[in-house]
């Protein structure tokens, strides 16, 4: 073993110390960008719609963030009488939590030498790491349950409802989807799953010898149906428009979200946001390569993740809702065979090759 990396690791004082930090920098870009997320999207559907979106608090808006979290905060937090109270105050924690955690595992650059020692860009590398991603997404469908049934509202009941069953048929394509992505990684660490896709394609595949060395291995390019399956599944998990029938103002009011206010409101909509910045995270982690790119490596996964979110807001600015009917449609009968055929036809590809 590396003696430089034994010594960092056996040295408990210091590997508390850089993983603290690690986690406060980590937690606190990750709560800056869902805080502007807001905001961004605002201003882009307000451009794409021909209107300004805020503008009164600061420079074009810059302020609202700040201005939306100091209302919620002071703002009267109501329970309802015949609500559920120890489940009403839990449901937003239990949605929220499971979405920050998940970054942990997402690794943000190359290793750093500090020191003489070698400090990993990631909280932690588990070697079942998008395990523990797929874990933490089915969880947070519990908070979103919780709150329409405390609520003891029929609207938010049956937006409650909606979500599970909308969970329930688009976790199975979406982890279906990535297991094509294991097969040609053959790791479910997302470190491991970044390091394959930084060699040149040429090289991997040696039939493609005729391409050039700067196009990466990445698995857009061997897993196209993979990638397009997984983001509109995760689209469809995070309930963001089109899919954003757990809400459905048009039918249930708010639905599982209609009697909440004040900063329990506001953990809704942070856990939407911040499970938005996940999806992107690891769409780009296992299809585009991660870190891997022109610039710093950080710098590169924020280009690529803010150019997903920048996609998620177009699509909400764009498409319409789809029917309930429409959604069970393209998730069990659409979507779910897709993925099994892909993962079929990967697993004969990879057999031949070997």
């Known amino acids: 073993m590396d003696p430089v990396l034994l010594s960092f690791s056996n ?19 990750l709560m800056g960008i869902v805080a502007y997320a807001t905001w961004v999207e605002r201003k882009v559907i307000g451009h794409m ?21 100091l209302k919620l905060f002071f703002k009267e937090d109501i329970i309802p009488a015949e609500a559920s109270k120890v489940s009403f105050v839990l449901a937003p924690v239990m949605i929220l939590v499971p979405a920050l955690i998940t970054i942990a595992v997402v690794p943000f650059g190359p290793d750093l030498v500090i020191g003489g020692y070698i400090i990993p860009q990631q909280i932690t590398d588990l070697n079942i790491g998008i395990l523990f991603v797929l874990a933490m997404a089915g969880l947070g469908i519990y908070g979103i349950v ?23 048929s688009y976790e199975l394509a979406a982890g279906l989807s990535l297991v094509a992505v294991f097969m ?14 930084i060699q040149p394609l040429n090289q991997v595949a040696g039939f493609l010898g005729f391409l050039p060395e700067w196009i990466p291995n990445w698995h857009i390019f061997s897993q196209p149906v993979a990638f397009v399956l997984f983001v509109i599944c995760g689209m469809a998990e995070i309930n963001r428009t089109p899919f954003d029938l757990p809400e459905a103002e048009t039918e249930l ?19 939407e946001y911040a499970n938005m910045v996940i999806i992107s995270a690891i769409a780009v982690t296992l299809f585009l390569g991660g870190w891997h790119g022109p610039f710093a490596g950080s710098v ?26 429409q959604l069970m449609f393209l998730g069990w009968k659409v979507f779910l065979p897709l993925a099994l055929a892909n993962v079929m036809l990967t697993g004969l590809v990879v057999v031949l090759l070997q």
């Open 49 to 69: 719609q021909t209107r300004l979106g805020p503008m009164e608090t600061g420079w074009h808006g810059l302020l609202q963030p700040i201005a939306d979290g």
């Open 146 to 168: 919780l709150a329409g049934w405390s609520s003891n509202s029929k609207y938010s009941l049956l937006g409650g409802i909606r979500s599970t069953a909308q969970v329930i």
């Open 184 to 197: 040609l990684g053959e790791s479910l660490s997302l470190r491991d799953i970044v390091a394959v896709q």
């Open 253 to 271: 009011v708010s639905g599982f979200c209609t009697e909440y206010s004040s900063m329990k409101y506001a953990m809704f909509f942070m856990a």
């Open 11 to 29: 040295d408990p004082l210091l590997f508390s110390g850089v993983m603290v930090l690690k986690i406060i920098v980590t937690f606190s870009v």
């Open 300 to 325: 590169n996964l924020l280009i690529k993740i803010f150019g997903f979110m920048f996609f998620f807001i177009w699509i909400r600015a764009t498409w319409p809702r789809v029917r309930y009917d």
